[in-house]
C-alpha cells in the first residue's frame, strides 16, 4: 500500500467500535442468562475469532439487523469445543478466553497466526494453574497449547508483575465460575473494561486503591449474570491514526464522533496535549458504563516531550503513531518503560525505529526505550516500510505517508483489517491518499 502526501485532512469521522470493549461484550453475553444485545461491535478479524470461539463452547452469537445478539449459558454452563480455537492475531481473544475456559471442567485447545504462536502466554498459564487449571504449552509458554479446566476451581489473590489487563481480565474470568473472592492487584492500573462491564451485567466487584496508583480488584465467584444491553464505544486506538494524521498535516481540522475516553486510555491525548496538540473533547457523555465524547482536533506545530514510564499502560497501544507525532514536532521525545512493545503484534520498538529511519528521522531504541529526534514540520519519507504484519504499524505509517514530503509505502496492509477494517476508505474521504501500491 502506498500514502501520498495530501494538503489537509477535514470533516468527520465515527470511530468503529472499541477491540476491547468488543470482546469482552460477546465474552459476557456468553457468560450471562438470557439473551444479550450489541450495538457498535466492532466488526474486525479480531473480534469476529471471539465470537467464532464462542460458537464452538456453544453460545450463540448472531448478527442481525446492525446488532449483535448473544444467547448465553450463564456462568459456568459452556461446553467443551470440539475443534481447535483458532484466534487469528488476537491476544486479548487468546488470554481471555484462556482465563474464561480455565474454570470449566474440560479441555480447549487454542492457537493463532504466527504472531500470536509467538507471544508469551506465561503470564496467564501461571495466575490459571493456581487456580487449579492445567496447561500443556509449547516451549517458553507459547501456542499451540491445550488447558484442562479445573474441576474444583480455587479462589486466589494474585498480584501481577506487569500492568496487564490482559493477564487481570483472564483471572477475573476464571474468578466467574469460582467459588469465593478473587483478587488481583495489579502494580498499576490498567485498562479497567472487564471491571466495568462485570458491574454493568450485575457481578459484585469492589476496589481498593493503593497510594502508589496501584489498586486491589475483588470479584465474587459465581455470580447471576443477566443478558443486557451494550452500546460499544468507539476505540480510542483507532481514531489516535486520524487524530495524529490531523494534528501534523498543516490546516487540518477534524472531527471524531462517539470515541471512547475512560481515563486508562487517554494517555495519548494528555502526551499530544503535552506537545501542543490542539484537542478538545465535547459532548461528554456515558455509553454502557464506559465515558465517551467527540474529538475535535486542528493541526499545529508540535514539540517534544519526555513521556513518563508510568503513563505507558494508559497509552500502551498508542507509541507507534506517537513515534510518528514526534517525528515531526520540533525537538527530541524520549519514551521509556516500554519493555512490553518488544511482545505485542510484533517488535513495536524495532518496527518504529527501522520505519522512521527510513523515512530520514533520526530515531533509536534500547531494551525499553527509544528517543526521536523530531525535524519540526513536514518528515523526509519516500520509503518502503516492513509493516511487520502489525495492524498498528502499518496504520502509522499510512499516516506518516500522508504528512510527509515523499510518499511511504508499506509491504503489506492486510493486517488493518484485525482492528480497523476500511481504514483507507475512512481517511481518503476526508482527505488522504492512501491506496494499493501501482494502482
Ligand atoms: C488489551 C490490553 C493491552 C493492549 C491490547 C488490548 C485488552 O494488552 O495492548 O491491545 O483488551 O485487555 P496488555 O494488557 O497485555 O498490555
Known sequence: MISRPVGALSGRIVTPGDKSISHRALILGASAVGETTVSGL?????????????????????????????????????????????????????RLLMGLVASHPFTTFFTG???????????????????????????????????????????????????????????????????????????????DHTERMLTHFGADVSFVDAPDGGRTITLVGQPELGGCAVEVPGDISSAAFPLVGALIIPGSRLALVNVGVNPLRTG????????????????????????????????????????????????????????VAAACARGRTRMSGLGELRVKESDRLAAMVEGLVACGVNAEAGPDWIVIDGVGGALPGGARIRARHDHRIAMAFLVAGAAAREAVAIDDGSAIATSFPGFCALMNEVGADMSEAGA
Open 42 to 94: 466492532l466488526e474486525a478479524e479480531d473480534v469476529l475469532a471471539t465470537a467464532t470461539a464462542l460458537r464452538a463452547l456453544g453460545a450463540d452469537c448472531t448478527r442481525s439487523g446492525g446488532q449483535w445478539r448473544i444467547h448465553g449459558r450463564g456462568v459456568g454452563g459452556l461446553a467443551e469445543p470440539d475443534r481447535v480455537l483458532d484466534m487469528g492475531n488476537s491476544g486479548t481473544g487468546a
Open 268 to 323: 495519548l491525548i494528555e502526551t499530544l496535549q503535552e506537545m501542543g496538540g490542539r484537542i478538545e473533547a465535547v459532548d461528554a457523555r456515558e455509553l454502557s458504563g464506559e465515558p465517551v465524547a467527540d474529538l475535535v482536533v486542528e493541526a499545529g506545530d508540535l514539540v517534544g516531550v519526555d513521556v513518563p514510564a508510568e503513563r505507558v499502560p494508559r497509552m500502551i497501544d498508542e507509541f507507534p503513531i506517537l513515534a
Open 113 to 191: 497466526d504466527a504472531s500470536l504462536r509467538g507471544r508469551p502466554m506465561r503470564r496467564v498459564i501461571e495466575p490459571l494453574a493456581e487456580m487449579g487449571a492445567a496447561f500443556w504449552s509449547r516451549s517458553n509458554g507459547r501456542l499451540p497449547l491445550a488447558v484442562r479446566g479445573a474441576v474444583e476451581p480455587l479462589a486466589i489473590d494474585y498480584t501481577q508483575s506487569i500492568a496487564s489487563a490482559q493477564v487481570k481480565s483472564a483471572i477475573m474470568l476464571a474468578a466467574m465460575n469460582t467459588p469465593g473472592h478473587t483478587s488481583v492487584v495489579e502494580p498499576a492500573r490498567s485498562r
